[in-house]
């Protein structure tokens, strides 16, 4: 371990992900059973930081559940990302630490290595702030992208106020959400709006890049969800809680974890990689199918089909019914016989028309389901639709 403090950038309500944080912020979601700022905490163990200090949304402090002892959480303090970063500032300097190790919550990575690549190139590099990069993937990334030159300094920093697919094609990075640098220089980011401060700082060539060689994935719109699972979860490994319960008259393959207290009855079928949450319940005869995550609570009830979906806490999938390529939000019901599907979308919510644009004339969604709407019987949906 080192003795470097590590910073969760957690204070987002998580806007683009709406209907899905109308109740919990976006930090505070859980994947694959774990909310998505502990990702973060992870990545920055794995760089060898032990005290971690996450900053939260105001009001949501009750919402945070560390997984363990060394993991402080406490309130923004200002709004934005230049609030989190002052935040950020205040709670090190209280603490006497000289450097920090900043990584923001909703980022993805496979190996969880991002953080501490950006650690080991600023201790070699000489730049006073060094930043993670990825390659541009879709042009949606939402938080900055950067130019770089021969010396691996950052020579340009743009936050598109709109998607932009001036980025594509190899012409420059997206920000990868992982930040080192010392006390005094983070009081320099926190100075001002953010991407004026990176703006001054880039032209005094005080920030160095680093390129992340592996998986990477920002979590800004509900179907990235989706990919975060495909990043996450092992192909292989097959992985069932003492607590649970599977029957021996079940099929359940290579890939697939199975939770504290879940169950998984006679004659169901889960094929990996999956993930069956705590207290969830795969009933007599259903399919999961590849790529999905039962989060905590959810009920697949009797032959009813799952597949590369994310079913947030507490939902119900309906007797013979099917989830395809969707996300169902907490406490949301689909009802038996209702059929959510993927499919190239007839019109889209006008905040996210341009995502045909990026991924192609031929993509193909399925639906996004509000937390505690209702997909009444024998209705059929899907392709790009939000529910609720």
């Known amino acids: 371990m080192i003795e470097m403090i590590g910073v969760v950038l957690a204070g987002g309500y998580?806007?683009?992900l709406l209907p899905l944080?109308?109740?919990v912020p976006k930090p505070f979601l859980e994947l694959?059973?774990?909310?998505?700022?502990?990702?973060?905490?992870?990545?920055?163990?794995?760089?060898?930081?032990?005290?971690?200090?996450?900053?939260?949304?105001?009001?949501?402090?009750?919402?945070a559940r560390p997984r363990d002892e060394r993991v402080s959480v406490v309130e923004q303090r200002g709004i934005d990302i230049q609030g989190a970063l002052r935040t950020a500032y205040e709670e090190v300097a209280a603490r006497n630490e000289k450097e920090v190790l900043v990584v923001y919550a909703g980022f993805i990575s496979s190996p969880p290595t991002v953080a501490r690549l950006a650690?080991?190139?600023?201790?070699?590099?000489?730049?006073?702030?060094?930043?993670?990069?990825?390659?541009?993937?879709?042009?949606?990334?939402?938080?900055?992208?950067?130019?770089l030159d021969y010396r691996g300094a950052v020579t340009n920093y743009m936050?598109?106020?709109?998607?932009?697919?001036?980025?594509?094609?190899g012409?420059?990075?997206?920000?990868?959400?992982?930040?080192v640098t010392d006390l005094s220089h983070l009081a320099e980011l926190s100075s001002l709006p953010f991407e004026q401060s990176m703006a001054r700082l880039a032209s005094s060539g005080s920030i160095g890049g680093v390129v992340f060689p592996g998986r990477w994935a920002e979590i800004g719109y509900p179907w990235d969800l989706l990919e975060a699972v495909k990043i996450l979860l092992p192909e292989s490994l097959i992985s069932v809680d003492r607590s649970a319960r599977?029957?021996?008259?079940?099929l359940v393959s290579s890939g697939v974890i199975v939770d504290e207290g879940a169950v998984v009855e006679e004659g169901a079928i889960v094929m990996g990689p999956a993930y069956i949450g705590r207290?969830?319940?795969?009933?007599?005869?259903?399919?999961?199918?590849?790529?999905?995550?039962?989060?905590?609570?959810?009920?697949?009830?009797?032959?009813?089909v799952v597949s590369n979906s994310v079913i947030m806490r507490g939902a119900r999938v309906g007797a013979l019914s099917e989830v395809r390529s969707s996300v169902v939000g907490e406490e949301a019901v689909i009802e038996p016989g209702a059929h959510v599907l993927e499919g190239v979308p007839d019109r889209l919510p006008e905040r996210l028309a341009w995502l045909v644009e990026y991924l192609g004339e031929g993509v193909r969604l399925g639906a996004v389901v509000s937390p505690g709407y209702v997909v009444r019987c024998c209705t059929v949906t899907g392709r790009g639709a939000v529910l609720g």
């Open 119 to 147: 650690l080991e190139y600023y201790s070699t590099s000489g730049f006073p702030i060094s930043i993670a990069l990825a390659p541009v993937a879709t042009g949606l990334e939402t938080y900055g992208f950067v130019t």
């Open 279 to 304: 207290r969830a319940e795969v009933r007599s005869g259903a399919v999961i199918r590849p790529y999905t995550s039962l989060e905590e609570g959810v009920v697949v009830e009797e032959g009813a």
């Open 246 to 250: 599977v029957s021996r008259s079940s």
């Open 32 to 63: 694959l059973g774990r909310q998505l700022f502990d990702y973060s905490v992870e990545l920055l163990r794995q760089a060898g930081v032990r005290d971690v200090i996450v900053i939260a949304p105001p009001g949501y402090l009750n919402l």
């Open 14 to 16: 998580g806007k683009r």
């Open 159 to 169: 936050q598109p106020r709109e998607p932009s697919k001036s980025w594509l094609g």
């Open 21 to 23: 944080t109308v109740r």
């Open 171 to 179: 012409r420059g990075y997206v920000f990868a959400g992982v930040i």
